[in-house]
């Protein structure tokens, strides 16, 4: 036997030296060859693409000359760079100098599908213009908004139709010829098929696009989406080669049906989406996994939203909780969608739409926890938060739920953020009605809101007497409570007054007017004076920044002085906090090509927070002091500095133990900023106070998790079953735990930390939960029944378990379980004994090195695809490794020590998953074991693991038994 693997590892350094000798001759062609085209390496564009980015614009256009220079290229990366240069002017705003390059583009390259499609480009352009004009309309004065709706028209029928439908008819002109002359199969006419229904598929977006900008009630707002409504139908019955974007067709037609009022036929379109597949091949490219992800969660939105305009309440929840909720655990899993930056916004709506249905069926309390849940989270985009107040106020205005008195308010809030002037005044009014009379600290704070938003909706309603009469109530009834917004009122009631006036022929003799213009006059002298003043600087500073006007918020903080005529401004270094707040929320909101123009700003920030904390305290201004503590912490965490995050943070438990406002969020960044530093159990500590004081706050069920994720991370398999317990029992999980892929999670936790009666508890939901017939359901079960099987110590059991799992879906890393199950089967095999013994069989180690061997090389697939998995990799290798020793040590298989020195070497560079001591150590045995004249065999060439399931260095455990 030793001789044939000698034999066998000379064979491999023959081929290896006849490998190198053949690579050698290849290069020493190539250098004596004439100057041959090059492909541009996608490194190197990437680089580029990655400048652009960052808005690096110079250093862009240079590294590109300096491309073209270096090498001769072939066309197609010619192409590229020049369509790069194309794109970086675009993106500096630089339209004339794009349009230009864009025509010389074109005749370059003529047979690029970017010069096919160059006018599309210009298109866009003309079609954003109008559409920015139909946004600016709707804050405009009527007269004014006419005048933008006019030009957008204007701009829309001009520039945008007339070279739209041309290019169509050209690019449709040019198949037809190529039609004739080609055969079907033949790629240019596949090109060019692809080229016009990529154009026809614009087309239809266009239209929906513009169509949903234009007020609901302009005249040609219907008919054009009929007519776009027309031109999805034809491309899905018509165009079927590139099933990609037929199915982009089919979402667009659902949605035009919603728009058009049509819900039953928007349903039915929808249906098909829910949970729609490419058919074609897996494994699928990631690209088209983005796609069809993004077209699920809007099916299921305007899906849910059409089901709830019919009242059909049960059927939106079905859908929601089907298909999202418990979409499969697969690659097209909507588990995280409202983690994933590009499925945010939609899922986030989705939620809004859960809610809603909820209420519907009469589950209003868990649908208002959904709804709060994207209102109240903690830096919430200001756009998400106002649709969130949209979805109360819907839910306002059908009246089937009886809303509290700060409900009704946000839902007014929403209402009036739509313009719907008359249902936001009727809900502002009913939100005074049902606030609670024997809570008076609600009154004050909210009663002077309600009657300030009805005042200004009264005033933008041009009547100006109620407007005035709402604003002198607010004035009369809560001068005492020093409502911060009252400085506004007071001023706002003197306009209202003095329009008043000037309005009517009689308004300087009217009785009832000159008797309100005596209260404006005491009010705003009273409460309109120079600190009060002062103070509305703050309110507008907090309105602008819920809006998103970041700069415009700073200049208002900025300009509350420390001290005004001699006496101290006691809520100064809240404005000054607040000035540096609006910096670290822009950044945190800015799209990522954004965000690191922002950077110095924000970085600049948490220092100028640093020196706020320390000067509040000593002022006795606690909010200011924890307003600027926890936005440097949080900001810092996002900056994934998580030891400055932990150690600015920490003031909430010493100086701000007793802070209200911002002491619960800033322990909860804390305890995230703990759980990422590895120190779980300090914030375990900090999870304890947030749970006592805010047991029901939905960040607790948040923390919960990270707690368990961290746990887990660090090997601790009964705390993170505890912490997972505690998400999974917290009201705000509920919907979480409607998903099958979590609930497999939770179990496989519980199994893990001896919780088996909770375990098999929540195995059962999960039987329950998921679709029969799922594949992934019965992966699901199958592998944790063995789990816990194996957990009982019924080894016999749980190895047939796993071994069936193996024999039944034949596993190719493909679904979440299958490195888990060999890996598992491993465990199981060497935790086995054999009757009187300690230690396992040989046998039963071979099993365990051959499951580990496949479990490896499947984690090693994935910590490829997702970095945050690779320490898990080498901490499965170092396992695999360690048992190899063993096995070698019992059976004095020294080709396992040779195996591991040359994976050593392989690897040498590596950090080994912080675990490179572990491996040295074995490496040391390993050689201690060998002969010296072994050590100079030749290394074999590992490479990477092949796809039978033989990771580098292993599977030579048969012939070490044979030995």
Known sequence: MKADMRQTLASHNVRLRSARACRALLALCAWCAPAALQALPPDDLAFGEYLKLLRYWDTAARWLDSLERSRTLDTASQAEIAGLRIDILKAQGKEKEAFEALEEYKKRFPNNP???????????????????????????????????VAAAEKLFNEEV??????????????????????????????????????????????????????????????????????????????????PVMQFRAQLQLGIYAYELGRYAKAE?????????????????????????????????????????????????????????????????????AEDQPDLRVVATLVRLEYGIALCGTGQAARGLAEIHAVIDKPNQVASLVTDGRKALGRIASLGFVRLSGRDYYQAALGLKSELKWDAALYTFQTALMRLDPRDEAE?????????????????????????????????????????????????????????????????????????????????????GGDIALIQSLM???????????????????????????????????????????????????????????????????????????????ADKDAVGAGKAAFFRGQTLYQLRRFDEAAETLAVFTTSLADEKVYRTIGLAVLCLAEVRRGDCDAAARHFEEIRREAPDFPVVANLAAELADGFEEAGNAARCAEFALLQARHPAAASDMEQPALLGQLVRRLIDGSKGAEAREYLEKLRATGKEGDPTLDRQLLYLEAKSLAQENKLDEAIAKFQFYINKFRPRNDYYEDPYVYRELGDAHLARRPPGKTAPSMDDMQAASDAYNAACYMMQERSRRDPTLEKKFW?????????????????????????????????????????????????????????????????????????????????????????
């Not at 709707?138 to 933008?148: D, L, N």
């Not at 602008?544 to 300009?559: N, S, Y």
């Not at 670290?584 to 690191?596: T, V």
């Not at 950090?911 to 290394?939: I, R, V, W």
Request: with cysteine; proline share 3%.
């Open 539 to 617: 309110v507008e500073g907090r309105l602008l920044l819920d809006q998103g006007q970041f700069k415009e918020a700073r200049e208002k903080f900025l300009q509350v002085p420390r001290v005004y005529k001699g006496t101290k401004i006691k809520f100064y270094w809240q404005a000054q906090a607040g000035a540096q707040e609006c910096v670290c929320r822009e950044w945190d909101q800015a799209e990522s090509e954004d965000r690191k123009k922002l950077e110095p700003d924000v970085l600049k920030a948490i220092e100028e927070l640093k020196d706020i904390v320390p000067k509040a305290i």
């Open 268 to 336: 039915e379109c929808l249906d098909i989406m829910y949970n729609a597949e490419p058919p074609l091949q897996r494994p699928f490219a990631k690209l088209i996994v983005d796609a069809f992800k993004s077209y699920r969660v809007q099916a299921i939105l305007f899906g849910a939203r059409s089901a709830i305009a019919r009242g059909a309440y049960a059927r939106a929840l079905q859908v929601i909780e089907r298909y999202y909720f418990k979409s499969k655990n697969d690659e097209f899993s909507l588990a995280r």
């Open 443 to 527: 009154r004050n704070e909210f009663a002077p809101l309600c009657l300030n938003e009805i005042g200004e909706i009264y005033y933008l309603k041009g009547q100006f007497i109620e407007s005035a009469l709402a604003y002198e109530e607010a004035c009369r009834h809560f001068a005492a409570t020093e409502h911060e917004i009252l400085a506004k009122v007071s001023q706002n009631l003197l306009a209202a007054v003095s329009k008043a006036i000037q309005l009517r022929d009689d308004g300087l003799t009217h009785a009832g007017l000159a008797k309100l213009k005596d209260a404006a006059a005491k009010y705003s002298e009273m409460l």
């Open 875 to 963: 901490r499965w290798m170092l396992d695999f490794w360690t048992l190899g020793m063993r096995i070698a040590d019992i059976a004095k298989a020294r080709n396992r020590y040779l195996d591991l020195q040359v994976f050593m070497q392989e690897f040498r560079d590596s950090d080994m998953g912080g675990l490179k001591d572990e491996f040295l150590k074995l490496e040391a045995h390993a050689k201690s074991k060998q002969p010296a004249a072994g050590a100079k065999t030749a290394p074999k060439k590992t490479g990477t693991a092949k796809k039978s399931g033989a990771t580098t260095g292993a599977g030579k455990g048969k012939d070490a038994k044979k030995e």
């Open 114 to 148: 970017r010069a096919s499609m160059g006018t599309l480009e210009v298109i866009g352009v003309a079609l954003s213009k109008a559409t920015k004009l139909l946004e600016q309309a709707i804050v405009q004065p009527k007269e004014k908004a006419a005048e933008s």
């Open 161 to 242: 139709l007339p070279p739209l439908d041309a290019l169509i008819a050209d690019f449709l002109a040019k198949y037809d010829e190529l039609r004739k002359q080609l055969k079907a199969e033949d790629p240019q006419l596949q090109d060019a098929s692809r080229v016009l229904q990529h154009a026809e598929l614009a087309r239809v977006n266009i239209y929906l696009l513009y169509a949903q900008k234009l007020p609901r009630d302009h005249e040609r707002r219907a008919a054009l989406l009929e007519k776009g409504a027309d031109l999805a139908a034809k491309f899905v019955n018509d165009r079927y080669e590139f």
